[in-house]
Nanobody
């Protein structure tokens, strides 16, 4: 069983930056692809970014390319989402997720474990 705990969310002005962190415990972290998703009230959970277990290839949804960067430190069992040039439309709850294989997926149903979420609010 893998436990995931997100942190780093908060309130920021448009154009600002945040770095989300997700600390994992209970498994061999490098065996898991990691993803970040977000979900607004009344909407489906949306893929944001993901990274392979080895820390190699990454993937992003088009709306965050060039602004967000996913990375991981397998020695610290932590995955990060650096968010730059934030926009009001980025406001929502962000979740990290772990998939029990090296390769990531863009589908939320392919992930096995989820964190509790962290709120990001971008003011205009």
């Amino acid at each position: 069983q893998v436990q995931l705990v997100e942190s780093g969310g908060g309130l920021v002005q448009a154009g600002g930056s945040l770095r989300l962190s997700c600390a994992a415990s209970g498994g061999t972290f490098s065996n898991y692809a990691m993803g970040w998703f977000r979900q607004a009230p009344g909407k489906e959970r949306e893929f944001v970014a993901a990274i392979t277990g080895s820390g190699g290839p990454t993937g992003y949804t088009d709306s965050v390319k060039g602004r967000f960067t996913i990375s991981r430190d397998n020695a610290k069992n932590t995955v990060y989402l650096q968010q730059n040039s934030l926009k009001p439309e980025d406001t929502t709850v962000y979740y990290c997720a772990a998939r029990n294989q090296n390769w990531y997926s863009r589908r939320s149903s392919d992930y096995d474990y989820w964190g509790q979420g962290t709120q990001v609010t971008v003011s205009s």
